[in-house]
């Protein structure tokens, strides 16, 4: 059976966090990208409303959402703010995700259900200064000694990194297995030998927070490691194909919002003597946004659907992440000019969609390794 149409259950979630979403995070979004600072407030009080556990099941704590429920929640949260959906994404449906997947009874009581409750913020370190897209180049190192790790390194670019509670980490375990030998740890940040090295400054999304972490002989106890030993980089792909979907919502989210700002703005602005949106060639223009939206949209529901199943989606969410950021960055670009040179000034919400929206193509797997993943599944 094939259907095109929310249940009643995702129709009313979907009202419910696109009110959430215009109510209390569209009125703070220019002024926090303005700042340069995480309104870390918004994800507690994700948390304070339910939302935060959407993906994760009633016995974590979790609401008992599905995989098209997490992308109507980021559909409607990029909608307003990219750059503050950032935090709570990378939060939820990579740290959380993690730990919800490969956790101990421990790790989910100390992290998951304080995260699901945005008591507590999570990270997520996989990349480092020399390695970003390729893992087997990481360098960062957890040597077993007694009942602890001993974890050295320097991790970067990580969204959270200088508000996060803990980090969950990706370290060599086992050096002469290259990617085989990695594994995954949940370090809390209050950790000697953990620190903050510097927050760094951005293109866009800059209401998240972005930091590099180091690790100095950072000791933990043998039970923060996250999964078994050496699965690490296998874990940490499952988790990353699942965001895959969930970014695709964003980006969609993202998109739209930059559509009906500039399909509002050609019905206003006038130029030799009617409408811009009375052109034929804007009109057409708009037809093939229209029709970008609908297509990245039927591929993230298409992936989420195959993923609520238990399906195999390893192509079909790299396609539909691929498709929907690079789509995004077309319709941001294109909404800036839809405006002209009040697209351009600081005060337009299109100026900071078109700048948020670059990071969408080099997170979570560039469209480079996107397009890889694809020919890979199709048998090159
Ligand atoms: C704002 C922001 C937030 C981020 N947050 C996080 C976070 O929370 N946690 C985290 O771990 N990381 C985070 N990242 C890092 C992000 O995941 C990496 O930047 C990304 O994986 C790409 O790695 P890189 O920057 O090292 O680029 P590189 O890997 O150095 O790539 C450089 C170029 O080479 C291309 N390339 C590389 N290998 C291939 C190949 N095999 N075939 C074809 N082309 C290739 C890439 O596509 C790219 O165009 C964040 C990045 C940004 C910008």
Redesign the pocket.
Known sequence: MIGFSLTDEQKLFQEAIRDFARREVAPIAREYDEREEYPVQVLRRMGELGYLGVPFPEELGGAGGDSIMAALMSEEMGYVSAGIYLGVY?HVFLALNAIARFGSESQLRDYLRPGIAGQKVG?????EPDA???PGSMTTRAVRDGDDYVIDGTKM???NGSIADFVVLTAITDPAQGMKGLSLFIVDTKTPGFAVARTLR?LG?RA?D?AELSFTGCRIPADALLGAENVGFMNAMRVLTAGRIVSAGFALGTARAAFDQSLRHVKERRAFGQAVGDFQGIQWQFADMALELECARLLAWQAAWLSDQGLPHIKEASMAKLYATEMCARITGQAVLLHGASGYMADSDVQRFYRDVK?ME?????S??QR?TIARQVGL
């Open positions: 990378v990270a997520w370190a996989f990349a970003g897209s390729d670019y990580i969204t951005k999304v998240s972005t990071v080099i997170g979570e797997g560039t480079h390794i890889n």
